[in-house]
């Protein structure tokens, strides 16, 4: 769903990265450091913002493939794209592959770049139905779901996944030999089992694995929190990319070398700058709930963000938002 819009691209000043680019599948990318999919936050505005502070790839949030499917109106929402941002991918997820394969073809239709499949989600009314990290347990059906997708669209398929159900099978290794010969173009491993969740500590030596075991190339994830730790990661798995996701909530310059200004003047250019693209990409019903998830993050380790959190909160619009950090 491309939108006309009248946004002005904005180059925001940093380092430059040093860092080589890389490619997958037909398509360059200008550096390895890519935004993951995470629900109620990779909308379109937040993309942009990402891709303007030196994500070199953004992926969408999680869209079911039933809503996709069936033509819900909040889930063809979620396809809203803009030249500006590409290359972007966008995330599917569900575990019927008739109806992946469906999803994919028309997800597929959009000015997009990538189609990437869930095969990590923890969360537990996803798996109950057999989809996101529960097709971790069922090679055949997660290889059918992949073949389906491939099979419907000529754009590059990728998944992403963890490093198996729990500590006892950690499968992450195969799951990637399989997806590789079933068509995948990439594969991107958080290095967590399911059980794990979000917490613990993330194996990279499982991206290593990964690594060593396929030719297609491997974008590793698992708490990198600044653009130190995505170096770090690639030189001790040999992973080709790094994918961020929490480590970039309130802190979109964790794609840049200097990574987040330690004060509040020198991050109000890009809160304003998110605030901006809210206002033209966001849909009115979700816009304030959003913005205001965004918020509060962007003021962590500042003296006084408690008061400002406050105020956020008593906000009634987007408009007393913008006011607010305008004004400040």
């Known amino acids: 769903m491309s939108q006309k819009h009248n946004m002005k691209k904005q180059e925001i000043p940093g380092e430059k990265q040093d860092v080589a ?12 450091f890519i935004l993951a999919p995470l629900a109620g936050y990779t909308d379109l505005a937040f993309r942009l913002l990402c891709r303007e502070l030196g994500a070199a790839l953004c992926c969408s949030e999680m869209i079911s493939c039933h809503g996709v499917v069936y033509g819900q ?26 109806v992946m394969g469906e999803a994919a073809a028309i997800v597929g239709s ?13 969360v537990r009314k996803v798996i109950k ?12 059906r997660a290889e059918a779901v992949i073949r389906a997708v491939c099979d ?14 729990n500590s006892e099978t950690v499968v ?34 499982v991206i290593r694995a990964v690594k060593q075991a396929v030719t297609i190339p491997v974008i590793g994830n698992g708490d990198i929190q600044c653009y130190g730790d995505g170096l770090k990661m690639m030189s001790e798995t040999g992973c080709d990319g790094v994918m961020i996701g929490r480590g970039a909530l309130g802190n ?6 200097e990574g987040r200004p330690a004060t509040l003047g020198g991050r109000l250019p890009v809160i304003r700058r998110h605030l901006e693209l809210a206002q033209l990409f966001l849909p009115a019903d979700r816009m304030l709930f959003r913005i205001k998830n965004h918020a509060g993050r962007y003021l962590a380790g500042l003296h006084g963000a408690g008061r400002l959190r406050q105020k956020i909160t008593g906000c009634s619009s987007l408009a007393q938002i913008i006011d607010l950090f305008e004004n400040l």
Request: net charge positive.
């Open 152 to 165: 419907q669209t000529d754009k590059p398929v990728t998944i992403k996944f963890r490093s198996g159900w």
């Open 129 to 140: 139905k057999g989809s996101g990290a529960a097709l971790m347990k069922d090679f055949q």
């Open 73 to 98: 109106k909040k889930t063809l929402a979620m396809l809203a794209t803009v030249p500006e941002e590409r290359p972007v991918a966008f995330q599917i997820f569900g575990h019927e592959p008739e």
């Open 110 to 122: 959009r000015p997009i770049d990538f189609i990437d499949i869930n095969m990590g989600c923890p």
């Open 252 to 257: 979109p310059w964790v794609f840049r070398p």
């Open 172 to 205: 992450a290794a195969e799951f990637a030999q399989m997806a590789g010969n079933a068509g995948v173009q990439a594969v991107t491993i958080h290095a967590r089992t399911w059980a794990q969740g979000f917490g613990g500590r993330p194996d990279w030596q």
């Open 21 to 32: 680019p890389m490619m997958i599948g037909p398509v360059p990318l200008q550096s390895p």
